[in-house]
Every structure is written in C-alpha cells, then in structure tokens.
C-alpha cells in the first residue's frame, strides 16, 4: 500500500459492523480502493457481506399469521400464502352463500384446513403430472371452457357467473387445464391399479344396507297453480279461486292439460314443462297438496284445491306402490360406488406419498383452544340481576 498512510486510511473508513440499517453503507471503500481488500481482509468482508444479507432476509419474514405474505404451507416447489388461502376460502363460502361473518370460528377455521389441504394436494399432484405433459392441454382446456358457456342464455350472464364466483375467464381457464392435466395424472397412475369389484362385493354391499334399497310409494303428476298471497283479501281469494276453476273446466273439456298449464300456471318450476311434476313421495309436498295426489286415482283430474300457495288441481298420472329393489335392479349402481370408494383410497394414497415427497409442511398455527367452562365464564350470557324490592309501604 504504498503513498498510502494505512492508519489514516483505516480512520476514514472503518464503519460500524454491529450497525445493521443503512448507515453501515457509509464507511464503504470507493470502487478504486478495492483492490486494496486483499488476503483476510477479503474474505472477512465477503462473509460479512453475506450475514448482513441473511440478517436483512431474516428481518422480513412476515410473521403475522393473518398477514396475506404470511406462507401457511410450504414444500419442495410448494408455497401457499395466507393471501391465496383467503381467495379460495371466499370463493367457497360465495358458493354457498355465506359470508366469514355468518360462520362460526371452529367450523371457519375446519373449512380453511380443508381447503388448504385440497391446494396442497392440487399443487404436488400438478407438479407430478407435469413430469409427463398432457398434449395440447390448453387447447382442450379451451374447448372445455366453450361447451361451459354454451350453458348460459348468452355472454353477460356467463360473466355476471364468474363476477359471483369471484373470478376470471382466465383464471377459469387456467383451473380447467390444470384438472385436465391432474385427471391425466390419475388415469396414469391410479385407474391401472383399480381392479373391478367382485360379485361378492357387490353382494355383500347390498346386503349391509338394506335402507338404500326401499322405495316408498309415489306418484307422478301434473298441477295447475294459481297463486294467493297470504295477504290477499277475500275478495281477491275468490277470485283467483274462480281462475282456477276456469282453468279446470278447460282442461275438463278437452284442452290439453299441458297448454293450459302453460297459459295459466304460476308455478315457475313446472310452468314450462306443462305443469308436470318430478315423482314424490309422502312428506315431500304440502299437507292437503299430499292428501289429494295420493287419494287421486291414477288418469283421474282432481277438484281444485287449496294450500299456502294459493289454489291447484292436479292430474295424476301414475303411481307406484311402495317396494324393495332386487340386487339386479342396482347391481350396476353397486358396482360404481364400489368403484369409486376404491378410486378414492387410491387417490389418496398417491397423494399422501407425494406431499411425503414434497416435504410439505402446514404453517398455520393451531386455533385458539375455547376457555373452560367455568363460574367466571358461563356457556350462555348470564340472566339479568333481579330487580330490586319496592320500598314497604307505610
């Protein structure tokens, strides 16, 4: 180091180690000086400089459970943050009409295991199918996602849907090709394995569950509703009760039941198909709507009558007695349920042995533990104080 007085130079630019913000840049040497960090000094520089760097990471690990960085799981190719854990919870609970407010802390706090759960397994099962590529996958995801909105009246009610379920055209696509390329996993690796349920199975199935296989009598009908609010005055019950017999008297005449239906019927579930009904069965319907169906002779028209909803008449179609169905009416049914118990263990078991290969581990921590029960804490809110005595009269 020669022209170079080391003392001095040492003074004017030593910095604080300890120090670890951004002060301890200050004191560093300019870049021509460099060369200077020669031997230990280098190397003591160079791994200074890497425990500030792991100093720095360490300080920003979010460590706020319910911060949205906050990784909940993690693994080999694996991070799921509380952030993306959220979105799905609250997809869920859109789906079902509900909100974080209306659900109870356990059953919340069960759902979101749950869930969190599925993404873990969605994200190594991905991973594993992605070692051996579905051909074309998002070009079938497309064609997949085209029939979806076949299904809808035209393109604002397919995206008023997705606004519902609180996501995308594209993020519906991305989900479509993923479980494409999941299902290809599957077939690969599961459904090989599977081996058809024996006739034994199938025996010994419908022999444990008895219940399963009992029917109870039905009926098969067609009705004509005209509706009553429960407000309505009298007035306005007799007429509509007059309606009602009007339309009876059409279709007593000859009139197909179904057009009248379709002309005068109130019942929007039934309207459109010519008032005809899904087979039921007792305790299924309305008291007095049950009574007439069921003591109705089959080909027969009733009286109109009425119920909460206003007033009907029904055309029974047919009815079948109460019965037990024979192992070869279900045997097929049998079968695929069997199946599928069998696909469902051997799903997972895969999975299971993926998330061990993944090393995944769950970070959120475990839900507070209820308090006891005890004086200081009763189970419901405590009744209020007795009033105080009146003073005694004098």
């Known amino acids: 180091m020669a022209g170079i007085n080391r003392r001095s130079w040492v003074e004017k630019r030593e910095f604080p180690l300890k120090v670890v913000d951004k002060t301890v840049f200050m004191g560093l040497p300019k870049r021509g000086d460099w060369p200077y960090l020669k031997g230990s000094m280098q190397k003591h520089f160079s791994l200074y400089l890497t425990l500030l760097a792991a100093v720095l990471v360490a300080g920003c690990a979010v460590k ?7 990784v909940v799981a993690e693994g080999k190719g694996i991070k799921i943050t509380r952030g993306e854990l959220n979105g799905e919870v609250d997809r869920a609970l859109t789906n079902f009409n509900l909100s974080r407010d209306k659900v109870p802390a356990p059953q919340l706090n069960s759902l979101e295991m749950n869930i969190l759960n599925q993404m873990i397994n969605r994200q190594v099962a991905l991973s594993e199918a992605r070692k051996t590529p579905l051909a074309n996958a998002a070009g079938l995801a497309k064609e997949q996602l085209e029939k979806m909105k076949k ?9 008023e849907q997705l606004a519902k379920a609180k996501t995308t ?26 081996k058809a349920p024996s006739d034994q199975d199938v025996q010994k199935f419908y022999n444990e569950n008895p219940k399963l296989w009992q029917r109870n009598e039905t009926v098969q009908a067609q009705h004509i509703l005209v509706k009553v609010d429960a407000s309505a005055d009298a007035a306005t019950k007799a007429a509509k009760k007059k309606a009602a017999e009007a339309a ?25 198909r010519g008032g005809e009904l899904p087979p ?6 309305t008291p007095n709507f049950e009574k007439v169906a069921f003591s109705t002779a089959p080909g027969k028209t009733s009286a109109v009558f009425e119920t909460p909803f206003g007033y009907h008449f029904i ?10 169905l024979k192992l070869e009416d279900v045997k097929n049914e049998i079968m695929a349920h069997l199946k599928r118990l069998k696909q469902g263990e051997a799903t997972r078991l895969l999975l299971e042995d993926l998330r061990k290969e993944a090393a995944v581990k769950i970070l959120l921590p475990a839900p507070a533990v209820p308090a006891p029960v005890t004086a200081t804490t009763p189970p419901v809110s405590a009744p209020p104080a007795p009033p105080a005595p009146a003073p005694a009269k004098k």
């Open 151 to 159: 299904n809808f009246p035209d393109a604002k009610a397919f995206d």
């Open 169 to 194: 055209e594209q993020a519906m696509l991305k989900e479509i090709e993923q479980k494409l390329e999941v299902d290809n996993l599957m077939r690969a690796r599961v459904e090989p394995s599977l």
């Open 248 to 272: 009876l008297a059409r279709v007593n005449k000859g009139e197909p039941f179904e057009k009248v239906a379709q002309e005068v019927s109130d019942d929007p579930g039934s309207k459109a």
């Open 64 to 70: 706020d459970p319910q911060d949205p960085r906050f």
């Open 315 to 324: 055309k029974v179609k047919a009815k079948e007695g109460a019965k037990t």
């Open 280 to 285: 039921f069965s007792k305790g299924q319907m």
